[in-house]
């Protein structure tokens, strides 16, 4: 989970930067990543290219925010690379996230 301190609630958008290593691919072949902002899902998106910066981008409209301050984003995969030793669950590398204004 990530937080966000927001100030501005209107026309804002949140923005992703990510890469999928391609062992993740291999394994689990395209990726389905959903962000959820204060419980809520903002949007979903299909990944299938590795080792390639990644753009998760969407308007976020104010009734995400609600009365606080702080934004929670969740960013969940619907499956995970299990590595074979250790069983770790993977998914992508977090290259940048956050808030920024709408143009």
Not at 26 to 44: D, F, H, M, Y
């Amino acid at each position: 989970m990530l937080l966000f301190g927001v100030d501005k609630r209107e026309g804002v958008k949140f923005v992703m930067h990510f890469v999928i290593p391609d062992a993740v691919l291999a394994q689990t072949g395209p990726l389905t990543l959903s962000v959820w902002i204060n419980a809520k899902r903002l949007g979903q998106q299909i990944y299938k290219t590795p080792w390639t910066e990644q753009t998760f981008e969407q308007s976020v409209s104010a009734e995400f925010f609600g009365p606080y301050r702080l934004a929670a984003v969740e960013i969940k995969t619907d499956k995970h690379f299990i590595t074979p030793n250790e069983g770790v669950k993977l998914g992508f590398l977090l290259v940048d996230a956050g808030f920024a204004p709408k143009k």
